[in-house]
């Protein structure tokens, strides 16, 4: 299960991780070599690489949740860096203008429904990232036979040939592949006849599909896809493209309100931004909302006393493992975001929910004495411990799934880091102690000793891993215990010398508090 949120997270290069949207994102966090000693952590030349941002809507450019949760939200939390580093109202202006905008796109603002019929308070994802869907139709466009994606993404990228006998009526063969996973199957021979040894059910689905594909050419049971007879007659020879379902995919929107409600929590503070008071209370509203949703469906308490948890999403809608908890770096997205709203709100539940998400981290912490710092892994139980098997009827989209305790990488650690600073300075869950070990994991495990680059896990396994450098100023927030977090990652970031708007921006906000 883990290589399912690899591919969603490690492949979106944005606030945290990730680099998928390609929009804003691919501009904002795109590493530029330049030469050395070149780079200036200026708010000047901040200015220069935001004024190279795209001005177009990146939902006109890609219409997925996924391009706001790795893209415009990642542009809003730069601009509210930079205001933080400079007290300059003109950045809490374009996050008004690029919030409001945003919430255009809001399916229940859109009258957009998702898979599940509803029109929720979330934005739809339906892209690489969910389930697919298709049907082949008898001459009169009704389905024969339908058709449900198994691998855990790239399912819009599956395709299905019938292919009819040419001397045996009740014949047909089905050839499939997927050009992402570079597969290939092919069953000859099927019936649509429950009774015979080759009826299609039979011989493509596979009860124990694992969540991931490998690549080759196949003859035995599908890793692509599962199949349901609706009909007795095989219908014509054709070719079909799955088609995915959309989800209201609440997992982002700890993600997409952080930088709004960190504007809010601004213009709440100070009364010069009075200005500024009717959007802060849009974008609470609209927080509210889009929890309230969250809550109602998705929060589960668990899976020990004193712990929460959301589901990705409800059990039969199209996340692939639907009915399943949430990582913890999306739970870290969810802590942060709803502090903020008690802040604002003075509501308990969101304090309450928040401290719930902290101690399942915490309970799942594993110390290392000899350099005093935390290793944690990406997932929680039953994903980190016995998985399960369809006999459990856990997930619809995944029949199986083996329990591993996968280790949390740098990347997706980000998240996590704004979870544990955001409770420590709420006073729930972590001490001081604890995000002194926090930052010892990063000084110790994450950043490479000659400071120029870093690993890939959190345990300090292996070498650099320069995919996730970008992401490398998310764990300046542990600065505020121990400042040698803050120059230790501004050497690591010269010493690389690959120039980035986010890690500037950071960087600046970072120099004004620890001066």
Same mark, same amino acid.
């Given at each position: 299960?883990?290589? /399912?949120?690899?591919?969603?997270?490690?492949?979106?290069?944005? /606030?945290?991780?990730?680099?998928?949207?390609?929009?804003?994102?691919?501009?904002?966090?795109?590493?530029?070599?330049?030469?050395?000693?070149?780079?200036?952590?200026?708010?000047?030349?901040?200015?220069?690489?935001?004024?190279? @941002?795209?001005?177009?809507?990146?939902?006109?450019?890609?219409?997925?949740?996924?391009?706001?949760?790795?893209?415009?939200?990642?542009?809003?939390?730069?601009?509210?860096?930079?205001?933080?580093?400079?007290?300059?109202?003109?950045? =809490?202006?374009?996050?008004?203008?690029?919030?409001?905008?945003?919430?255009?796109?809001?399916?229940?603002?859109?009258?957009?429904?998702?898979?599940?019929?509803?029109?929720?308070?979330?934005?739809?994802?339906?892209?690489?990232?969910?389930?697919?869907?298709?049907? #082949? =139709?008898?001459?009169?466009?009704?389905?024969?036979?339908?058709?449900?994606?198994?691998?855990?993404?790239?399912?819009?990228?599956?395709?299905?040939?019938?292919?009819?006998?040419?001397?045996?009526?009740?014949? /047909?063969? =089905?050839?499939?592949?997927?050009?992402?996973?570079?597969?290939?199957?092919?069953?000859?021979? #099927?019936?649509?006849?429950?009774?015979?040894? +080759?009826?299609?059910?039979?011989?493509?689905?596979?009860?124990?599909?694992?969540?991931?594909?490998?690549?080759?050419?196949?003859?035995?049971?599908?890793? #692509?896809?599962?199949?349901?007879?609706?009909?007795?007659?095989?219908?014509?020879?054709?070719?079909?493209?799955?088609?995915?379902?959309?989800?209201?995919?609440?997992?982002?929107?700890?993600?997409?309100?952080?930088?709004?409600?960190?504007?809010?929590?601004?213009?709440?503070?100070?009364?010069? #931004?009075?200005?500024?008071?009717?959007?802060?209370?849009?974008?609470?509203?609209?927080?509210?909302?889009?929890?309230?949703?969250?809550?109602?469906?998705?929060? +589960?308490?668990?899976?020990?006393?004193?712990?929460?948890?959301?589901?990705?999403?409800?059990?039969?809608?199209?996340?692939?493992?639907?009915?399943?908890?949430?990582?913890?770096?999306?739970?870290?997205?969810?802590?942060?975001?709803?502090?903020?709203?008690?802040? @604002?709100?003075?509501?308990?539940?969101? +304090?309450?929910?928040?401290?719930?998400?902290?101690?399942?981290?915490?309970?799942? =912490?594993?110390?290392?004495?000899?350099?005093?710092?935390?290793?944690?892994?990406?997932?929680?139980?039953?994903?980190?411990?016995?998985?399960?098997?369809?006999?459990?009827?856990?997930?619809?989209?995944?029949?199986?799934?083996?329990?591993?305790?996968?280790?949390?990488?740098?990347?997706?650690?980000?998240?996590?880091?704004?979870?544990?600073?955001?409770?420590?300075?709420?006073?729930?869950? /972590?001490?001081?102690?604890?995000?002194? +070990?926090?930052?010892?994991?990063?000084?110790?495990?994450?950043?490479?000793?000659?400071?120029?680059?870093?690993?890939?896990?959190?345990?300090?396994?292996?070498?650099?891993?320069?995919?996730?450098?970008?992401?490398?100023?998310?764990?300046?927030?542990?600065?505020?215990?121990?400042?040698?977090?803050?120059?230790?990652?501004?050497?690591?970031?010269?010493?690389?010398?690959?120039?980035?708007?986010?890690?500037?921006?950071?960087?600046?906000?970072?120099?004004?508090?620890?001066?």
């Amino acid at each position: 299960m883990k290589h /399912f949120l690899l591919v969603i997270l490690l492949s979106l290069n944005g /606030f945290a991780i990730l680099q998928a949207s390609k929009t804003h994102d691919i501009a904002l966090r795109k590493n530029q070599k330049f030469p050395a000693d070149s780079i200036k952590i200026t708010r000047v030349r901040a200015d220069q690489l935001l004024a190279k @941002l795209p001005s177009t809507d990146p939902w006109d450019l890609r219409p997925d949740g996924s391009a706001l949760a790795w893209g415009e939200a990642a542009t809003m939390e730069t601009l509210a860096d930079l205001y933080e580093a400079t007290g300059d109202i003109t950045y =809490l202006k374009q996050i008004a203008f690029r919030g409001d905008r945003l919430l255009t796109h809001r399916d229940d603002h859109s009258r957009v429904k998702d898979g599940s019929g509803h029109s929720r308070p979330a934005w739809s994802m339906g892209l690489k990232y969910v389930v697919a869907s298709g049907a #082949l =139709l008898d001459k009169a466009d009704k389905p024969v036979i339908s058709i449900r994606s198994t691998p855990s993404s790239n399912n819009n990228l599956t395709i299905i040939e019938l292919i009819r006998s040419s001397d045996r009526p009740d014949r /047909f063969s =089905l050839k499939l592949s997927n050009s992402f996973f570079k597969r290939d199957e092919f069953f000859a021979d #099927l019936s649509m006849n429950p009774a015979d040894e +080759r009826f299609i059910e039979k011989i493509v689905n596979d009860p124990l599909s694992p969540y991931s594909s490998k690549a080759g050419s196949y003859t035995d049971k599908s890793n #692509l896809i599962r199949v349901k007879v609706e009909m007795k007659e095989i219908p014509p020879s054709q070719n079909v493209s799955l088609t995915p379902i959309p989800l209201a995919y609440m997992g982002y929107i700890g993600i997409v309100y952080h930088p709004m409600l960190r504007m809010a929590e601004f213009v709440k503070s100070d009364p010069k #931004l009075l200005e500024l008071k009717p959007v802060a209370e849009r974008f609470i509203k609209a927080a509210e909302e889009s929890y309230a949703d969250a809550n109602r469906r998705l929060w +589960r308490e668990g899976p020990n006393a004193g712990e929460g948890y959301y589901l990705t999403c409800e059990k039969g809608e199209s996340f692939p493992a639907d009915n399943v908890g949430q990582p913890i770096n999306f739970l870290g997205m969810h802590t942060s975001s709803q502090l903020a709203l008690y802040r @604002l709100t003075g509501k308990k539940d969101y +304090r309450d929910r928040s401290e719930k998400m902290s101690l399942l981290l915490k309970n799942r =912490l594993k110390y290392d004495k000899g350099s005093d710092l935390y290793v944690w892994t990406y997932w929680y139980e039953p994903m980190t411990t016995i998985g399960w098997t369809p006999a459990d009827k856990l997930s619809s989209n995944v029949m199986v799934y083996k329990g591993s305790p996968n280790i949390e990488d740098s990347s997706h650690g980000v998240l996590d880091i704004a979870m544990v600073v955001a409770a420590n300075r709420e006073g729930i869950i /972590f001490t001081k102690q604890d995000v002194q +070990r926090f930052a010892n994991t990063l000084l110790h495990n994450v950043i490479l000793p000659e400071r120029n680059g870093i690993r890939r896990a959190v345990d300090g396994v292996g070498g650099e891993h320069p995919a996730y450098f970008p992401i490398l100023h998310g764990w300046l927030e542990l600065a505020a215990t121990n400042p040698e977090v803050y120059h230790a990652i501004r050497k690591t970031y010269l010493n690389k010398n690959e120039e980035n708007l986010a890690f500037t921006a950071e960087l600046l906000r970072w120099e004004k508090k620890i001066k």
